[in-house]
């Protein structure tokens, strides 16, 4: 497991590459969901989401013969994103295996930072990435269960835990663990008396289902409007973080999750994926309690989102 010494160490390393994005009050936000909203807006950071702070910390620590092997990555977007200008930076190659359902927009984004691409259902992205680097002796940098990966996301929690440590919650948007698992042990190792919480989609409930029985275990791949959380099973290393430090975890239906999309745009005026809105989804349909008096802080994981996705919030009623 990691702690916040390796969090710490993360943040040290890769601070000259990052921005320290803001916590911001986002008081036309306090009505509708109840509470003192706040947001961590990671949709400001380099290449528009949070991956690039586990990326840059695996990277940073690779030899110049590992550097020059290249590095492969399943990713729904995002890790993408965040390992080819990793690579860039680094004087490295990158290779990303993305899901046939990503948005182009993160797809276009990837090869514009100059590493190839291959297409892949969600289900054999892993698989394939995996016969890839084989083949090409690369390195794999896995999105989310990785302990290095999962300390650099753990930076973002440092960051909160030390901009506001008088919060009441957290709340993190989940996929195989990477982010709540590192955004959980920095919170909690400084700030114990702040929740928590995760959300994630109720099509993929991995970590409702697995928390339940006490063990990983994977649930059946379906689609889902949080195109960036994809993961069916958490990730091995992720799963006891999340065990020990994780105060509950919501499942949110995809519905819930574009009225929180909505309301974030229209009253948060914040531009985000789909993906980062799961947890105010959460808290609009009372799967997450919250009260007035309570300062909530949103993790907004990124934003990646076209017009076209745009388009699908017209008809959706907050």
């Known amino acids: 497991m990691i702690g916040l010494r390796e969090i710490e160490e993360a943040a040290a ?26 947001a ?9 989401a949070f991956k690039i702070r586990g990326a840059l910390n695996r990277m940073l620590q690779l030899s110049e013969e590992e550097l020059a092997r290249g590095v492969v990555a399943a990713s729904s977007g995002n890790h993408g ?5 990793s690579a860039r930076m680094l004087g490295s190659r990158a290779l990303i295996v993305i899901p046939d359902t990503a948005p182009d927009i993160k797809v276009n984004a990837i090869k514009a930072l100059g590493a190839e ?4 259902s969600p289900v054999e992205r892993f698989t394939v990435a995996e016969r890839i680097a084989k083949e090409r002796g690369a390195l794999i940098v896995h999105p989310f269960n990785d302990a290095d990966v999962m300390a650099g996301q753990g930076t973002l929690g440092l960051e909160i835990a030390r901009d506001m440590p008088d919060l009441d919650k957290v709340i993190v948007p989940v996929s195989g663990g990477g982010l709540i698992g590192g955004v959980s042990t920095a919170v909690k190792s400084l700030c114990p ?11 993929l409930p991995r970590y409702t289902a697995s928390l339940a029985e006490g063990e990983p275990v994977t649930v059946e791949q379906q689609p889902t409007m949080a195109d960036a959380l ?9 799963f006891p973080q999340v065990r020990k430090y994780v105060d509950g975890m919501a499942a949110v239906e995809d519905e819930d999750l574009l009225r929180g999309a909505k309301l974030l ?8 994926e789909f993906s980062s809105a ?18 909530v802080c949103f993790v907004i994981s990124g934003g990646s989102v076209d017009l076209p996705q745009l388009d699908r919030l017209k008809s959706v009623n907050i």
Do not use: F, M, W
């Open 265 to 272: 745009l229209l009253e948060g005026h914040l531009l985000a």
């Open 278 to 295: 799961i947890g105010i989804g959460a808290v609009l349909s009372g799967k997450i309690k919250v009260s007035p008096k309570e300062k």
């Open 193 to 203: 008396g702040i929740k928590v919480i995760g959300a994630e989609p109720a099509k």
């Open 117 to 120: 691409v291959v297409r892949s």
């Open 81 to 85: 994103k965040a390992l080819s200008l």
């Open 40 to 48: 961590k807006a990671e949709c400001l950071q380099l290449t528009g």
């Open 230 to 238: 994809l993961a069916n099973r958490p990730g091995d290393l992720c």
């Open 13 to 38: 390393r890769i601070a000259p590459y990052i921005i320290h994005t803001p916590v911001v009050r986002l008081p036309g936000l306090d009505k509708a969901l109840g509470c003192e909203v706040y």
